[in-house]
């Protein structure tokens, strides 16, 4: 990171961050497919936002994501190193880890879960997101769900009717078909244990703790808002990662 971007990061951060400024140097995470790895003795990273936290409003306010990013995904990641050192596990790949999360103990699972899903979520946003995906992801999006309206709509209704806090996905099956399913708490469709399993190639926050200070109980809002922002070249990068 150049001098100029690590103060406009360390600016954007303010005194609240939980995490020192010598581990934010290293991420670059739209075409990195998140691989953040053990480095040293510092563990996992939590990845640089690509926008300031005001970058999302309207649909983000500024005040969740200083929250969301700096408290609760900070949190994740620092217990997540907690846990694997407790655990004494060195593996330094994370979707190793999801992968087999059931031999793991539940403050992994939790948190390991917790620190990818949200490194996820902050690239599937962007300042420059929304409108209608194209390329190849546009057109298996067409193929399997009749239209991007329709897609939408069945999306939007799993996100909303997911009962309690977890995440909707959008995900690529063994198969290279197309599923849009839900997760609980902070598990996710690479886990072993999850029901259906998949790619992520799109996801979204329902903890209420991603949208309850600026739509308080109508997660629906917020559902809506989430497509004016959604960074569709991240989800091709992903789609064209996962059928290749
Ligand atoms: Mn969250």
Redesign the pocket.
Known sequence: MNKRNFLKHTAALGAGALIAPSLLTSFTIPGDRVKAGLTGQTGFQQPELNYAFDALEPYIDRRTMEL?YSK??AGYTQKLNEALGREGITEDNILRILENISSYGAAVRNNGG?YY??NL?WNFMSPEGGGTPRGKIGKAIRKQFGSFEAFKEQFSSVAASHFGSGWAWLIVKPNGQLQVVSTPNQDNPLMDVSEVKGSPVLNI?V?E??YYLNYQNQRARYIEAYWNIIDWDYVEHLYREAVQ
Do not use: K, L, P, Q
Request: hydrophobic letters at 20%; a negative charge; charged letters at 10%.
């Open positions: 969301h609760h995904h917790g899903n949200h979520y926050d903890w703790h991603a």
